[in-house]
């Protein structure tokens, strides 16, 4: 019985290392295997689920969960790859219900209070998303992605100087994740420091050069560096540090007084943006369509 247990410690080990390695095909064959020698064990099947949400064979990945829950109702890594599975599939309404049960099972892990503070950060409820994401990492004080996310949530809400110190944070902790970048870059361009922001996108397209959301968020950041974009971009700055009733008062009072001047001012915007995408696309593409 004891060779039979270290067989199976064995080989979940070497699923670990393996989807460490992005070496999914072997994962896969070694979680089936396991499926095998042991069809009752809900582990097996969570691992193999696991393997499925890497390559994003989310359908999959869902079946192999619940055949773990099916098993073990109360499975931790099953319940954690649904939620994900969710998140990665943008499914709101199915994430949440999810997340209820999966919190119940395991109310100790701060990945479930990420995912609520990044639902809440899509709705625009910057601080009912600082405040889930503060219970994340009470859990988990030193990870690098909350911090980056934490960011991010900050300089929405214009704490400019506490985003800074939380970029300097999470980078001194983690310096070789995408995401942890994309986020930096995401609070370095709400605070208006587009150059930081380019230099966060190259280090996360460095890491994921085949990535489309890294890829498009880097063209925009050369965008927003170009000098020309800069004249538009000016006048942009001061306008976020206003609240949405000033600005409606604003526009309304600038349509009615400076009607022609308004007019001309979108047009220009409108030209420069194009402009400056179009000479973003030629640096990088040269005449071609991508």
């Not at 070496?23 to 393997?51: F, G, T």
């Not at 099953?78 to 990665?88: E, K, L, M, R, S």
């Not at 050369?222 to 604003?250: D, E, H, M, T, V």
Request: hydrophobic share 45%; glycine share 2%.
């Amino acid at each position: 019985m004891s060779i039979q247990l270290d067989t199976y410690s064995t080989r979940y080990e070497r699923i670990e290392h393996l989807l460490k390695w992005q070496r999914y095909k072997e994962a896969s064959e070694e979680a089936m295997a396991l499926i095998r020698e042991e069809p009752e064990d809900a582990d097996a099947y969570a691992m193999l689920a696991q393997v499925c949400w890497k390559l994003e064979k989310y359908t999959e990945a869902h079946n192999w969960c619940a055949e773990a829950l099916r098993r073990d109702p109360e499975n931790h890594l099953a319940w954690f790859i649904t939620c994900g599975v969710y998140y990665d599939q943008e499914k709101w309404k199915e994430l949440a219900s999810s997340l209820a049960d999966a919190m119940r099972v395991d109310p100790y892990e701060p990945f479930y209070y990420y995912l609520q503070a990044n639902m809440s950060n899509k709705k625009g409820r910057y601080q009912e998303a600082k405040e889930q994401l503060l219970q994340a990492l009470e859990l988990d004080a030193d990870n690098a992605l909350y911090l980056a996310l934490m960011s991010y949530i900050e300089a929405l809400l214009q704490h400019y100087r506490i985003s800074k110190e939380l970029e300097g944070q999470a980078l001194r902790l983690e310096a070789e994740s995408e995401y942890v970048f994309l986020y930096l870059a995401w609070a370095a361009s709400e605070r208006g420091d587009y150059s930081q922001q380019l230099e966060l996108l190259s280090s996360a397209i460095r890491l994921q050069p085949d990535q489309k959301q890294i890829r498009d968020e880097y063209l925009e950041a050369l965008q927003k560096n170009s000098k020309l974009y800069q004249i538009i971009l000016g006048p942009s700055k001061l306008l976020k540090r206003l609240k949405p009733w000033q600005l409606l008062i604003g526009w309304i009072l600038a349509w009615f007084l400076f009607r022609p001047l308004v007019i001309v001012l979108m047009i220009l915007y409108i030209a420069i943006h194009w402009l400056t995408k179009l000479l973003v696309h030629v640096k990088i593409f040269g005449w071609r369509l991508k």
